[in-house]
């Protein structure tokens, strides 16, 4: 029952844009999104009208729509078109540290981390199959790149599928995931920081690796979905929508 309430409550605030600012993670010195040794060149990413090359242990790929200066392998036009992407070297590619402003000082609020993940086509039909349990790593941040990074993905059961495809192919597709990261709250100058960082191997969890998961073979990082934390009569109208979606759906 958790799980299904949760997929509702995404799949309203992500199908709502409206209620919610998504951060899209954008390069270059403009941008909004460096390295955790706080670079801000194009070491890590192509920019808009350069080459797409391949990733390496130090570089992300830019895998975003042909609108974002990618190679159009996988988004969702006019909503997620940045599609972040480290594949064979996620593992050493620097993490990523997105500045988010314009917020009251101490305002909370709820943070969605937004990736994509692979799933089966089996006859031609979408299927709930994984094809590659691709993982991200991310987190709040206090801006020391010191907090933690959690690893999210279908299998590990913290992350919730949205419905929105990001890539179709012959026998697999790639759906929108998001892992709720928590509440954060902006410092005194209205800015939070959140981090993003490419995971291939089955996270470890006191001292052992998380079992009933599988590597993956790629990240595919789209950015942040923030939403203001609601008042409670606000809270309660949602909880009524969920409910009446749930209703419906049984």
Not at 135 to 148: E, F, K, N, V
Not at 149 to 156: K, P, R, V
Not at 209 to 232: C, L, N, Q, T
Request: aromatic share 8%; proline share 5%; glycine share 10%.
């Amino acid at each position: 029952m958790k799980k299904i309430c949760v997929a509702l409550l995404v799949l309203c605030l992500v199908g709502a844009s409206a209620q919610a600012l998504i951060v899209l993670p954008v390069p270059g010195e403009t941008g909004n999104t460096v390295t955790n040794d706080l670079n801000a060149g194009t070491n890590w990413i192509n920019l808009p009208g350069e080459a797409v090359t391949t990733e390496t242990a130090t570089t992300w790929r830019n895998r975003s729509l042909t609108a974002a200066g990618g190679d159009n392998w996988c988004g969702i036009p006019n909503y997620l078109p940045y599609s972040v992407y480290c594949g064979t070297a996620a593992s050493t590619a620097p993490e990523l540290l997105t500045t988010v402003g314009g917020f009251d000082p101490y305002e909370q609020v709820d943070v969605w981390v937004l990736f994509s993940s692979s799933f089966k086509i089996v006859n031609g039909v979408q299927s709930t199959t994984v094809q590659k349990n691709c993982w991200i790593d991310a987190a709040i941040d206090d801006g020391s790149l010191t907090t933690p990074l959690t690893s999210y993905s279908w299998q590990a059961g913290n992350a919730v599928r949205t419905g929105a495809a990001t890539r179709v192919e012959a026998s697999v597709y790639y759906e929108l995931m998001a892992g709720y990261l928590g509440k954060a709250e902006a410092d005194d100058n209205g800015n939070i920081f959140l981090r993003a960082d490419g995971r291939l191997s089955v996270p470890v969890v006191d001292g052992l690796p998380m079992a009933g998961v599988s590597a993956g073979d790629r990240s595919i990082f789209h950015g942040f979905a923030v939403y203001e934390v609601p008042e409670p009569a606000t809270m309660t109208l949602l909880g009524l929508g969920a409910l009446t979606l749930l209703r419906k759906r049984n």
